[in-house]
């Protein structure tokens, strides 16, 4: 079992409020990664951090924004939240060991978001 | 453009059965596939992972096949439980997901009815 953990679990919230996604691992991974799930389909990346202080943008847009102050932690902050941001998002965090043989992302249990 | 496609898109079947699972991708450079397994309402957990001169990977009751010449897949799951009910994701990296990235199936949706 993966030690990357987030919350809340569940959140279902009204339009244009403020919402803060938590991820915390405790594996001293330096790579963090954001996904953002629908039913059925495929997992799109949305934002991911090599570490402390660096964060890029993923290969799906996303009007999301993230934070790395610490290493265990990366949470994801939508300022105004719409219906359309209705989704499951993922967290995952992975080594930077370089191997391929050996790469794992670990993911956590997600956050299923729905925005009325 | 970099693909992974996976079949069937569900599958039931009863339990004690087994049963196979493809991926087909075109992914290029190849530089592992990973099956997760996603149970619903859950993050995806690393099943097997193969390089690119692995041939099979098993992970108990989990058999993982890999042709890199014609970039296809198979998980074949052997005495099925109930406990196997999930979504399947086939997933190919072109560099490791240290360098980088991932590429994502949508999944086999498997049920196994008692």
């Known amino acids: 079992e993966a030690d990357i953990y987030q919350t809340p679990r569940y959140l279902v919230i009204g339009t244009g409020k403020k919402i803060t996604l938590e991820c915390s691992q405790t594996m001293g991974h330096d790579k963090m990664y954001w996904y953002q799930q629908d039913p059925g389909m495929e997992l799109h990346l949305i934002h991911y951090s090599y570490g402390v202080n660096s964060t890029e943008k993923g290969d799906l847009s996303s009007e999301s924004t993230v934070s790395r102050i610490r290493t265990e932690h990366f949470p994801l902050t939508l300022e105004s939240a719409r219906p359309s941001h209705t989704s499951q998002y993922l967290c995952?965090?992975?080594?930077?060991?370089?191997?391929?043989?050996?790469?794992?992302?670990?993911f956590g249990p997600g956050t299923r978001l729905t925005v009325l | 453009k970099n693909q992974v496609e996976q079949s069937p898109q569900s599958l039931i079947i009863l339990e004690g059965k087994n049963c196979t699972l493809q991926c087909n991708y075109t992914v290029s450079p190849f530089s592992n596939l990973r099956w997760y397994k996603q149970d619903t309402g859950r993050g995806p957990v690393s099943l097997t992972i193969m390089t690119f001169s692995e041939n099979t990977k098993s992970n108990g009751r989990y058999t993982a096949t890999l042709d890199a010449d014609t970039k296809q897949s198979s998980l074949h799951i052997t005495a099925s439980q109930l406990s196997d009910s999930a979504s399947y994701i086939c997933v190919v990296s072109d560099r490791g997901s240290t360098l980088g990235r991932l590429y994502f199936g949508r999944g086999t949706q498997l049920t196994v009815w008692p």
């Open positions: 995952a965090s992975s080594s930077l060991s370089g191997l391929p043989s050996t790469d794992t992302q670990y």
